[in-house]
C-alpha cells in the first residue's frame, strides 16, 4: 500500500498551501495537489477492486485503511459495528465534521475484462459460494475518502475542528449504518454537526458532482414471500397444487399495485428480484420463495404497498386452492429514504460551484435507489449525500443518441472512469469538507 510514502509525499507539499479559502488560486493549487496524489490513489484502488469483501467481512479492507490512516496521524478505531473504521483528527477549536465511505461489495462476478478484474468467490453468511465484486463503486468511494483523508491531514492551517472518517460496513445489505450506530458511533466518539456522503453516478459525465435537496433516495423494504403447495410429479399436475404457478400469477399481481392502486404522483418501485423453487423440471415443488424490494419516498405508501403486497399474495394462494395461507417476512429491518439537509445542501452547492466551476455542479433529479447513509440524517445529525459522474462524456452522448443506457451500479460491468471521477470525488470532499471547517 505504500503508506509511508503517501505520508512523505504530504509532507513535501504541505509547505505549498496558506490558510485561504479554497478559491481561485488556492483550488489551483489543491487541483495540483490532487494530481500528485493520484499515482499512489490509482494502485489504492486497483488493489480494492481486485480484493473485494462481502457486507461484515471487510477484515482486510478496513485493515489496510485503518494502517494507512494512522500513518497520516489519525486516531484509528476498528471494529465498530462489527468491522466499521473510526478515524479521528483534531486539529484546533472548531465544529465535527464526518465523511462517511463504505467497505463492502457485493456478490456479482466481474464482466470488465481489465486486468485488476477480481476473481474473488467466498462464501455469504448463509453458506453460499458466491463471487464477488465491487460493482457499485465502492472502490472508489473509499480511494477518494482515503485521499480526501491526506489532503486534509496535509493542509491542517486551512481548517479549524475535528474531521471524523468513518469507513463503515454492510452498506449493501442497509444494515452497516446501524449496527455502527448501535455500538456508539454518536456517543464513544464525537457527535458530528454534520455528515457528508459522496456515491459515484452512472447519469453524469465523470468528475461532474450532482446535489439533490429534500429527499434524495428512496426508502426500502423487502418483504419475503413464501408460498406453499401440495408437490408431486410433473407428469400428474392434477394431484399437485403447483406453488411455481401461484408465483408467476401474484408476481404479475403485485404489478398493479403501482399500476392501479398508487397515485401515478406518487414515485413507487415494486420488484420482484429473486424466485426460488424447486429442484428438477419433471418435479412440482411444495414451496415457492419470492425476494422483493419495496422503494418509496412516502411512509403511507410504503405501509399501504406492503398490506397490498399481502393481501394479494395471499388472494392468490385461496384461488390455488393452497394447503395454507403464504407466510410474509422481512429479509431486515429496511431503511428510511436520504433526507439532505436543504440548508446544508445549498451551502456546500456553492462552495462546490466556487472550488470547481459552476459547470462541473448540477442539481440532479431524487432516485429511487436506497441507501443506509439515510440512518445518519434519522439519527438527527444534518446530512447531506452528493453525487459524482463517473462515465466518460462521450460514451454518455453516444447512449442518450442510441437510447442504450450505459452500465450502472450493480451492474458486472460497472467500472467507473477512474482518473477524473476520483479527482472530482476528492474536489468535492475537500472542498465541502473546508467549508464546514472554517
Not at 75 to 88: D, K, R, S
Not at 134 to 148: I, P, S
Request: charge should be neutral; charged fraction near 15%.
Amino acid at each position: 500500500m505504500r503508506t509511508h510514502h503517501l505520508a512523505a509525499l504530504l509532507l513535501l507539499l504541505a509547505p505549498a498551501f496558506h490558510a485561504a479559502p479554497l478559491r481561485g488560486q488556492t483550488a489551483a493549487v489543491a487541483q495540483r495537489s490532487i494530481d500528485e496524489l493520484y499515482p499512489e490513489l490509482a494502485a489504492l484502488y486497483q488493489d480494492l477492486h481486485r480484493n473485494p469483501e462481502l457486507a461484515f467481512q471487510e477484515t482486510r479492507t478496513a485493515g489496510a485503511l485503518a494502517a494507512r490512516l494512522r500513518a497520516l496521524g489519525y486516531e484509528v478505531a476498528t471494529g465498530v459495528g462489527g468491522t466499521g473504521i473510526v478515524a479521528l483528527l483534531r486539529n484546533g477549536q472548531g465544529p465535527t465534521v464526518m465523511l462517511r465511505t463504505e467497505l463492502d461489495a457485493l456478490p456479482v462476478q466481474e464482466k470488465t475484462g481489465v486486468p485488476f478484474a477480481s476473481t474473488v468467490t467466498t462464501k455469504t453468511a448463509a453458506g453460499q459460494v458466491v463471487p464477488v465484486m465491487h460493482a457499485c463503486g465502492h472502490d472508489l468511494h473509499m480511494t477518494a475518502w482515503a485521499g480526501t483523508a491526506a489532503w486534509m491531514a496535509g493542509h491542517r492551517p486551512q481548517w479549524k475542528g475535528t474531521l471524523m472518517l468513518v469507513g463503515q460496513p454492510a452498506e449493501e445489505t442497509v444494515s452497516g449504518a446501524a449496527a455502527m450506530l448501535t455500538d456508539g458511533l454518536f456517543t464513544r466518539f464525537p457527535r458530528p454537526d454534520a455528515v457528508l456522503g459522496v456515491h459515484d453516478d452512472d447519469t453524469l459525465p465523470a468528475g461532474t458532482v450532482g446535489y439533490h435537496a429534500g429527499f434524495f433516495r428512496a426508502s426500502m423494504s423487502a418483504p419475503v414471500i413464501t408460498l406453499f403447495g401440495r408437490g408431486g410429479h410433473g407428469a400428474v399436475p392434477q394431484n399437485t397444487i403447483d406453488p411455481v404457478v401461484m408465483a408467476a400469477r401474484t408476481v404479475m399481481s403485485l404489478q398493479t399495485i403501482v399500476a392501479r392502486e398508487t397515485n401515478p404522483l406518487e414515485p413507487l418501485v415494486v420488484t420482484i428480484g429473486s424466485i426460488h423453487g424447486g429442484t428438477q423440471g419433471n418435479i412440482i415443488p411444495d414451496q415457492v420463495r419470492m425476494e422483493l424490494s419495496v422503494r418509496t419516498f412516502s411512509e403511507d405508501v410504503r405501509a399501504r404497498t406492503v398490506a397490498s403486497i399481502a393481501r394479494m399474495a395471499k388472494a392468490e394462494a385461496l384461488a390455488a386452492g393452497a394447503p395454507r395461507e403464504p407466510l410474509v417476512e422481512f429479509a431486515n429491518a429496511g431503511i428510511g429514504p436520504v433526507f439532505n439537509d436543504p440548508a446544508l445542501t445549498g451551502r456546500l452547492a456553492s462552495a462546490l460551484r466556487t472550488a470547481m466551476g459552476a459547470e462541473r455542479v448540477v442539481e440532479m433529479p431524487a432516485k429511487m435507489t436506497s441507501e443506509d447513509f439515510a440512518e445518519y440524517g434519522r439519527a438527527g445529525v444534518p446530512a447531506v449525500l452528493l453525487h459524482v459522474g463517473a462515465v466518460n462524456p462521450a460514451r454518455l452522448a453516444e447512449a442518450k443518441r442510441t437510447g442504450v443506457p450505459v452500465p450502472a451500479p450493480h451492474s458486472p460491468e460497472w467500472l467507473p472512469d477512474l482518473e477524473p471521477t476520483l479527482k472530482g470525488a476528492i474536489q468535492a470532499e475537500t472542498a465541502a469538507l473546508l467549508d464546514m471547517l472554517r
